[in-house]
């Protein structure tokens, strides 16, 4: 196993992340927008009206719908990492952990800041052969 392996390791690595990336830009744009909406009837507090009201909880259900949406992609692209790197053997430099290279892609490619606090990670533990993208925050962002 050499350079050869872990050359297809990042291609296979780079692809998946750059595929979830372009999957969910439509869902992380649309959440952005309504997140800034609800911010803004946040911001009214005890005054909102009934349509107000509505609206806001409208705009929480979509705001978990789509929180679903992006979560299973992320599911999905998981998986498919899995499949595809299941048989890659690192080389021995590499299994203490993470490799540097995918460290640094990762934290450029899929660290998305979509506001307030909510960013999009991923992981690969060469030693147990497993990719692991998260999701730190949520798309509320309530404080429970």
Do not use: H
């Amino acid at each position: 196993m050499g350079d050869k392996a872990v050359e297809e390791a990042k291609k296979t690595i780079k692809s998946e992340v750059k595929s979830f990336n372009k999957k969910t830009k439509k869902t992380v744009d649309e959440a952005k927008k309504l997140r800034k909406e609800k911010g803004n009837l946040d911001k009214k507090g005890a005054k909102l009206s009934a349509d107000d009201k509505k609206k806001k909880f409208d705009v929480v259900k979509s705001l978990k719908d789509l929180e679903k949406r992006y979560l299973k992609e992320m599911i999905t692209t998981n998986a498919r990492l899995q499949r595809s790197l299941k048989n890659f053997e690192p080389p021995k430099k590499e299994q203490g952990g993470m490799a540097k290279w995918y460290s640094d892609f990762v934290k450029k490619e899929s660290g998305l800041g979509i506001g307030k606090g909510l960013k999009i990670w991923g992981d690969y533990d060469f030693k147990k052969q497993q990719p692991t993208l998260i999701l730190k925050g949520t798309f509320l962002n309530d404080k429970r």
